[in-house]
Nanobody
Framework: QVQLVESGGGLVQAGGSLRLSCATS????????MGWFRQAPGKEREFVAAINSISWSTGRAYYADSVKGRFTISRDNAKNTVYLQMNSLKPEDTAVYYCAFKESTSGSYYYTPSYDYWGQGTQVTVSS
């Protein structure tokens, strides 16, 4: 079983920054792709960013078009933690943010059902 614990959410003004963290346990973290998703009220959960394992594509990162150039995903394999640095935040970034662990090698990184384990979520609210 894999445990994921997010932290770092909060209330911030538009244009501000936040850094989310997701600490994991239960697997050899460095071998697996990790993702961040978000879900706003009344909307479906959507892909935000993903980062591959170091052993596959040397930790290549992927981003949704809506966050490209503003958000950065990174991982620290020594700490079993993945991060999401969010800059130039907008009110439309308001959502519950979830980290996710992709154990399976099948399925796309941007597809919610491709992930096997999820954190409990952390609220990010951006005021205008």
């Amino acid at each position: 079983q894999v445990q994921l614990v997010e932290s770092g959410g909060g209330l911030v003004q538009a244009g501000g920054s936040l850094r989310l963290s997701c600490a994991t346990s239960g697997r050899t973290f460095s071998r697996y792709l990790m993702g961040w998703f978000r879900q706003a009220p009344g909307k479906e959960r959507e892909f935000v960013a993903a980062i591959n394992s170091i052993s596959w594509s040397t930790g290549r990162a992927y981003y949704a078009d809506s966050v490209k150039g503003r958000f950065t995903i990174s991982r620290d394999n020594a700490k079993n933690t993945v991060y999401l640095q969010m800059n130039s935040l907008k009110p439309e970034d308001t959502a519950v943010y979830y980290c996710a662990f992709k154990e399976s090698t099948s399925g796309s990184y941007y597809y919610t059902p491709s992930y096997d384990y999820w954190g409990q979520g952390t609220q990010v609210t951006v005021s205008s």
